[in-house]
């Protein structure tokens, strides 16, 4: 079944313990994405890679990190976690055809990670 | 800079018709409009792509218009299905879709 998955669901943990949020996807797709899904605020980019080694910040990057070693995996670092960054956090990744976004790139997301910062 | 979406929330009865739109500021390369169930990810629904290219659902309907960077997404005989939240996505670059804050639908018997 294609599909993006995230680990953990569900996190609670504390101020400055670093945590790492996984993301693999089986579709062979060269986009990933990471958002931050906060009560009125709607979905916000934090960081994209549109393909291996090729990372890029999205609009609220701040106190997160990526990497994208492999074209399946695209993991999201929280070198020091703060209470600000508790939220609902997806995983998505696309087709990349083109050089752009076409009506072939459908954004498939994960289930979602639930984060809490104490 | 995040897409307007209005209204922010809506309540239908059961075969009742609803609007929800979507503005941007900048230019539009498409917009993409999926739903949210609580709890669940969210699930594509229809990309309008400048041109009129159209690729979604075939229940959903939805309108691009270009000069105005605005699209609508029209709902109609809703169904208790139809609840949930629903966020457009602006295309303004190349590489990424920004969406807008969702318009919440709940769909009463």
């Known amino acids: 079944e294609a599909q993006v998955t995230q680990n953990p669901r569900y996190l609670i943990t504390v101020t400055g313990k670093k945590l790492t949020v996984t993301c693999s996807q089986n579709m062979n797709h060269e986009y990933m994405s990471w958002y931050r899904q906060d009560p009125g605020l709607g979905l916000r980019q934090i960081y994209y890679s549109m393909n291996v080694e090729v990372t890029d910040k999205g609009d609220v990057p701040e106190g997160y990190k990526v990497s994208r070693k492999e074209k399946r995996n695209f993991p999201l670092i929280l070198e020091s976690p703060s209470p600000n960054q508790t939220s609902l956090y997806f995983c998505?990744?696309?087709?990349?055809?083109?050089?752009?976004?076409?009506?072939?790139?459908?954004?498939?997301f994960g289930a979602g990670s639930r984060l809490t910062v104490l | 800079q995040q897409p307007v979406q209005s209204p922010q929330a809506v309540i239908l009865r059961e075969g009742e018709d609803a609007v929800i739109n979507c503005s941007s500021s900048?230019?539009?390369?498409?917009v993409h409009w999926y739903r949210q169930k609580h709890g669940e990810a969210p699930v594509f629904l229809m990309i309008?792509?400048?041109?009129?290219e159209q690729k979604g659902h075939e229940k959903i309907s939805a309108s691009f218009n270009e000069k105005k960077q605005q699209s609508s997404l029209y709902l109609t005989a809703s169904q208790l299905s139809y609840s949930g939240t629903y966020f457009c996505g602006a295309q303004t670059s190349y590489d990424k879709v920004i969406f807008g804050p969702g318009t919440s639908l709940s769909v009463i018997p």
């Open positions: 900048k230019a539009l390369y498409s």
């Open positions: 998505a990744s696309s087709a990349w055809t083109g050089g752009a976004f076409s009506g072939a790139n459908v954004l498939t």
């Open positions: 309008l792509l400048k041109g009129g």
